[in-house]
């Protein structure tokens, strides 16, 4: 049974930074690529960032590049999100993703993931 559970959502201050971590269980880690998506109130689920199932490729939304660094441990079987400079348009619940297929570089929508965390939530004040 696939399991992903999110953590380190919080509360902090516009142009500080924090770090979601997601740990995952019940498949093959090392298959599969991992995101992270965000929804805001009254807002669609957004695409964050995703990690090929190497580790050696990632994405990022325009809106995060070069603020967030997305990064798996395949000794952990773990993704990470390190989001720095961080601003109130930021301010979401995170989820953690897996892809529905395996070996693929760069899944970006959210129908192409199978299994979802619970998510956690980033609060970023002015």
């Known amino acids: 049974q696939v399991r992903l559970v999110e953590s380190g959502g919080g509360l902090v201050q516009a142009g500080g930074s924090l770090r979601l971590s997601c740990a995952a269980s019940g498949f093959a880690f090392n298959k599969y690529a991992m995101a992270w998506f965000r929804q805001a109130p009254e807002k669609e689920k957004e695409f964050v960032a995703v990690i090929d199932y190497t580790g050696g490729n990632s994405y990022y939304a325009r809106s995060v590049k070069g603020r967030f660094t997305i990064s798996r441990d395949s000794a952990k079987n773990s993704v990470d999100l390190q989001m720095s400079a961080l601003n109130t348009d930021d301010s979401a619940i995170y989820y953690c993703?897996?892809?529905?297929?395996?070996?693929?570089?760069?899944?970006?929508?959210?129908?192409?993931?199978?299994?979802w965390g619970q998510g956690t939530q980033v609060i970023v004040s002015s």
């Open positions: 993703a897996v892809d529905q297929h395996m070996y693929r570089t760069s899944p970006r929508v959210a129908q192409d993931f199978s299994s």
